[in-house]
């Protein structure tokens, strides 16, 4: 059975952040040049949510970017409706979104990589405090069942007053309830081998990325490079 209805593009909202307006770029540009669906792409810019009344949680000082919080209202900005997918604008998308989507499981409430993913950096990104706790990164790929009720508990009263644990250790929903994604949709730069043969679904360069001063070194930093190229590129969607 299709998780969306026939000719719907399938929903994806993309983290936003003002310093990484670029990423977002390469991020929306590396998905839909190899997405065999159409997308639904938005960005998911806290200043907009602020200027609609949707968010209103102030600053949290170990937020390390402005959609640490923002990211738990995609079901509510779908709708409650169909499955959508939420991911980091530090992606590097390889391999076709629709893929990802069919693995969607309708028994759970959303689905995402298990990682056990405890860095040893102290800093990322731009100087932001790198930070350990359980379920790190299960959040920065999400595919949300939205009308599962589990998902339809995350209202925006529920995102603006919950603890930053109950939201990323994904306390909103039964630990049977989240289902798991393949590693390669959701592949942590620098904390993961390289695949054998061919490269990861989708590279996520959550330590930071060559849009970075100094993160120009990374794996597939290169790929990342040649998709920001091309952003411009006649005929690029």
């Known amino acids: 059975m299709s998780a969306e209805p026939i000719g719907s593009p399938f929903r994806v909202f993309v983290g936003y952040d003002s310093r990484e307006d670029i990423a ?10 190899r997405s065999s669906i159409a997308l639904d792409v938005r960005p998911i810019a806290q200043a907009d ?3 609609r009344g949707l968010y209103w949680r102030a600053k949290d000082p170990l937020a390390s ?23 980091d604008c530090d992606f590097l998308w390889l391999a076709d ?4 989507l069919a693995l969607a499981d309708p028994t759970k409430a959303v689905m995402c990589v298990h990682h056990d993913h405890r860095p040893t950096e102290d800093t990322k990104m731009d100087g932001a405090v790198q930070t350990t706790y359980p ?8 595919l949300f069942n939205c009308g599962h009720p ?28 989240i289902g798991a994604l393949p590693s390669t949709w959701n592949w942590l730069e620098g904390s993961m081998p390289k695949p054998v043969d061919g490269t990861p679904a989708a590279v996520h360069f959550t330590r ?11 794996d597939y930093g290169d790929l990342w490079l040649s998709e920001c190229a091309a952003l411009d590129a006649p005929g690029r969607t």
């Open 97 to 100: 979104v629709a893929e990802l």
């Open 135 to 142: 379920r790190k990164n299960w959040s920065s790929l999400m």
């Open 49 to 51: 949510l602020r200027a």
């Open 24 to 33: 977002f770029r390469v991020c929306e540009a590396s998905m839909r040049c």
């Open 208 to 218: 930071g990325g060559p849009w970075f001063e100094n993160w120009q070194d990374v």
């Open 150 to 177: 589990m998902a339809r508990s995350l209202t925006p009263q529920v995102v603006n007053t919950q603890s930053g644990a109950y939201l990323h250790r994904m306390q909103w929903a039964a630990d049977e309830a």
């Open 65 to 87: 970017t402005e959609f640490t919080y923002t990211r738990f209202l995609t079901p509510y900005l779908a709708g409650y409706q169909g499955w959508a997918l939420f991911c």
